[in-house]
């Protein structure tokens, strides 16, 4: 699977999509400088790679796209891991083919957008909140991890909805766990947690209407026609053929 998922994924990241959309270009400004996540903190889990690795390679296009790249494949292990822990190692084996085969993960893995990071970011949250709750040794680094992953997807849009329903579950089911936890490794893990969310509070002081963005809530709600509209573009873009 893994094999087959870094060839799929990786050939032809400069050919497959000729030139740049769009969103592409939206990407490539915000990555001309280093993207300070004390100034525009939505999807820096995104843009800070992005810039490094456009750096590395010297061309922030094909960085950007290489960071896309790798951040499908980590979804496929999660979607991997998540569906054996659910299931069996066949029906995981299963999922995860059809995942890296579909097309639309073709799609978002060679384009230079956050959408990779919009499908790793629940995949993240979901596999670290599954390690802990299955956890019978190691549950205090699975409790840490669950803490860094929740910290960093609460930088990706509508993912704050999830971390409260993940937090919710872990006080429901979870409950004895946590009190077999150490006070100070309680304490830790939640300085871990507001470490890696201090650029996030500094950014939304300043700027505090990425609150919208981090929620899902538009600036503008669109009319029903240009829902309509967005949903047959969608649906054609999928099937027949893209404007893009």
């Known amino acids: 699977i893994a094999t087959l998922a870094v060839i799929t994924l990786s050939l032809q990241l400069n050919s497959v999509i000729d030139g740049q959309n769009k969103y592409e270009t939206a990407t490539l400004t915000q990555i001309s400088t280093f993207p300070d996540p004390t100034y525009r903190a939505v999807n820096a ?22 960071v896309s790249v790798i951040y499908i494949l980590l979804s496929t292990a999660f979607i991997f891991y998540i569906i054996k822990s659910w299931f069996n190692i066949r029906m995981a084996t299963i999922g995860s083919l059809l995942f890296i085969t579909s097309s639309w993960v073709l799609a978002i893995s060679h ?5 990779s990071l919009l499908v790793l970011a629940p995949l993240l949250s979901m596999s670290a909140l599954v390690w802990y709750l299955r956890a019978t040794k190691y549950k205090t680094v699975a409790f840490f991890v669950l ?50 969310l201090f650029p996030l509070m500094l950014s939304l002081t300043k700027f505090p209407g990425q609150i919208k963005e981090l929620l899902g ?28």
Do not use: C
């Open 111 to 115: 384009q230079a957008t956050p959408l």
């Open 217 to 244: 809530i538009p600036f503008v709600f669109p009319s029903i026609a240009e829902y309509l509209q967005r949903s047959v573009d969608t649906i054609t873009s999928l099937f027949i053929y893209s404007k893009e």
């Open 45 to 66: 889990p995104y843009m800070i790679p992005a810039y490094l690795m456009g750096q590395a390679v010297d061309d922030p296009l094909l960085g950007a796209r290489i």
């Open 147 to 196: 803490a860094l992953a929740l910290g960093i997807v609460a930088y990706v849009p509508y993912m704050l909805w999830i971390i409260a329903v993940s937090i919710l579950i872990i006080f429901i089911f979870s409950r004895g766990k946590l009190h077999d936890l150490k006070t100070s490794q309680l304490i830790s893990a939640s300085i871990l947690y507001f470490l890696v």
